[in-house]
């Protein structure tokens, strides 16, 4: 069975700091990993995922995130918060077969503070 | 582009009505997802489907049922609600690209209260 855990309710920031969201997975073989943002009364949007390759992925928003294998880990992160980053962030897992079927975490609120 | 767009966007319901909840997608995406959404549970997925006339169940499917007749559409039904299933619900959409594992792209939702 795969499972993600996000070990933090809520992450606060101050704006122009550096922040990190973090993630670990567990799940057989090779994970397919995502991150995806929720602004509120609003759908999930897709932020970046990584599939295989280079561990750090770049996405939207200047968002980026490192898959780490040894520690099944695959943290948010982003150089300089924005009060506009503020929201509900998801990771996500799924692995080769799945149908495209992923397990999300309970999602990170983030707060970045003017 | 409209997207994934979902009807209704809200209901309240009395324990025992029945009502389905619509998601349409214009991206000919083949897969599609049903999720529901309570606080400090994540999202679940509940049913979905990999093309047109198949559904499969996904972590929590009892008391719903779904239908995908056409591609672009995909049907949750609640037959007898109950107030467990107050919740905000989820469609998704995703497409077969490769081997690849692509994004879903998400309906805005529906907020659904079972009095």
């Known amino acids: 069975a795969q499972s993600v855990a996000q070990p933090e309710d809520q992450v606060n920031v101050a704006e122009g700091n550096p922040l990190t969201v973090k993630c670990t997975y567990s799940v057989s073989g090779n994970p397919y990993l995502f991150w995806y943002v929720q602004y509120p009364n609003r759908g999930l949007q897709f932020l970046l995922k990584?599939?295989?390759?280079?561990?750090l992925v770049k996405g939207s928003y200047g968002f980026e995130a490192e898959f780490n294998k040894s520690q099944t880990s695959f943290h948010l992160k982003k150089p300089s918060a924005l009060v506009s980053d503020s929201a509900l962030y998801f990771c996500a897992v799924s692995y080769p077969g799945g149908y495209q079927k992923v397990t999300f975490g309970t999602g990170t609120k983030l707060q970045v503070i003017p | 582009n409209a997207g994934v767009t979902q009807t209704p966007k809200f209901r309240v319901l009395k324990t025992g009505q029945s009502m389905t909840l619509l998601c349409a997608q214009d991206m000919n995406h083949e897969y599609m997802y049903w999720y529901r959404q309570d606080p400090g549970m994540g999202l679940r997925l509940i049913h979905y489907?990999?093309?047109?006339?198949?559904?499969a169940k996904g972590e929590v499917p009892d008391g719903y049922n779904v239908s995908r007749l056409k591609k672009q559409n995909f049907l949750l039904g609640l037959e007898s609600a109950a107030p467990s299933q107050t919740s905000v619900y989820f469609c998704a959409s995703s497409y077969l690209l490769g081997q690849g594992y692509n994004e879903q792209f998400f309906g805005p939702g529906t907020r659904l209260t079972v009095l």
């Open positions: 489907s990999v093309g047109e006339g198949t559904t």
């Open positions: 990584y599939i295989t390759g280079d561990n």
